[in-house]
C-alpha cells in the first residue's frame, strides 16, 4: 500500500493519474491489482531541515487512513480506517488548522517567531479557543457529530496542535493567507459553515482579520494581498479572496474588526 500523507483533498487520485501517464497498459493493470493507493490525515508534519526527505511530527499515535486499505494496513499499528475521510478532512482542517491560523498571524503581529510562543500567549489562546469553538458548533449541526466526539477530538487537539518537538516557525505557517483566506480553506471555510447553520462567527471574522493585516516582506502572497486591499478596497478583497458575493455577512464582521485593529 502507498499512504498519501499530505493532508491535500485527492491526493491519492493524483498520485494514481501521475502513475498511470508514466505506464504501458499492461503494466497500469497490474498495479491497480497489486497496489493500494490510500488517503491519510496527519495531524501535524513539518519538514525537520536536515534532509529533503526528513520529516517531523507531533507524536500524535494514530493515523486515520481510507477505508479502502482496510486489506493492506489493517495489522498496522496505529492505523484506523475510516469511509467518511473527506468529512474529517474538513473537520481537520476547520480545528487544528484555524487554530494554527490564529497562532501564526496574531503571533506575527505580536513579533513572535514560534507558534509554542502563541500558544503560551493568553491572549492568543483565548481567540484560538473562541474560534475553535464557533467552527465544532457548526460542524457538529452540520455533519451531526456528537458531543463525545468532540470531547475526545479537542482534547487530543490541545495536546498535540503545538508541541516544543516540532520548529513551527510562524513565517512558515502564515505563508500564503491568499489560500488560506480562501472559501473552502481554514478560515472562510468554518465562518462560512457557521453563518450557514445560524451560528455566531465574531471569533473566526477575527482570525481572517489577522491574516488579512500579515505583511510580512518575503511573503509574495502576503504582498499581493495588500496590493489589493490598497487598490480595490477592503470590502472588494474579502469578496473576492474569500469568494463569496457582495453582502455575505463574513465582508461586515471582517471589516468592523479591520477598523478595531488597524
Not at 517531523?56 to 489493517?74: D, W
Not at 456528537?146 to 498535540?160: I, K, M, N, P, V
Amino acid at each position: 500500500a502507498v499512504l498519501m500523507c499530505l493532508n491535500q483533498a485527492g491526493s491519492d487520485e493524483k498520485m494514481r493519474e501521475l502513475l498511470r501517464k508514466r505506464m504501458t497498459e499492461q503494466e497500469s493493470s497490474r498495479f491497480r491489482e497489486a497496489v493500494c493507493i490510500a488517503d491519510t490525515i496527519v495531524r501535524r508534519i513539518c519538514v525537520s531541515g536536515d534532509g529533503p526527505l526528513d520529516i517531523r511530527t507531533n507524536g500524535f499515535p494514530r493515523l486515520l487512513c481510507q477505508s479502502s486499505a482496510g486489506e493492506f494496513c489493517a495489522d498496522i499499528e496505529g492505523v484506523e480506517l475510516s469511509d467518511r475521510l473527506d468529512i474529517m478532512k474538513t473537520v481537520k482542517l476547520y480545528t487544528y488548522n484555524l487554530v494554527h491560523a490564529c497562532y501564526s498571524y496574531g503571533g506575527y503581529r505580536k513579533g513572535y517567531r514560534c507558534l509554542i510562543e502563541s500558544h503560551r500567549d493568553s491572549e492568543l489562546r483565548g481567540l484560538a479557543e473562541r474560534a475553535l469553538g464557533q467552527s465544532i458548533a457548526a460542524l457538529k449541526k452540520a455533519y451531526g457529530f456528537s458531543d463525545r466526539f468532540f470531547e475526545q477530538y479537542t482534547g487530543e487537539l490541545w495536546a498535540y496542535a503545538v508541541v516544543e518537538a516540532l520548529p513551527d516557525e510562524i513565517t512558515r505557517v502564515a505563508a500564503d493567507p491568499v489560500r488560506k483566506l480562501s472559501r473552502w480553506e481554514r478560515i472562510a471555510g468554518p465562518a462560512l459553515l457557521c453563518e450557514q447553520e445560524g451560528l455566531p462567527f465574531d471569533a473566526i471574522a477575527e482570525v481572517a482579520v489577522l491574516a488579512l493585516l500579515y505583511r510580512e516582506p518575503a511573503d509574495e502572497a502576503a504582498a499581493e494581498l495588500q496590493r489589493r486591499i490598497g487598490a480595490c478596497g477592503l470590502e472588494k478583497t474579502v469578496q473576492t479572496v474569500c469568494g463569496v458575493e457582495l453582502g455575505n455577512p463574513l465582508i461586515a464582521a471582517v471589516c468592523r474588526r479591520y477598523e478595531d485593529l488597524s
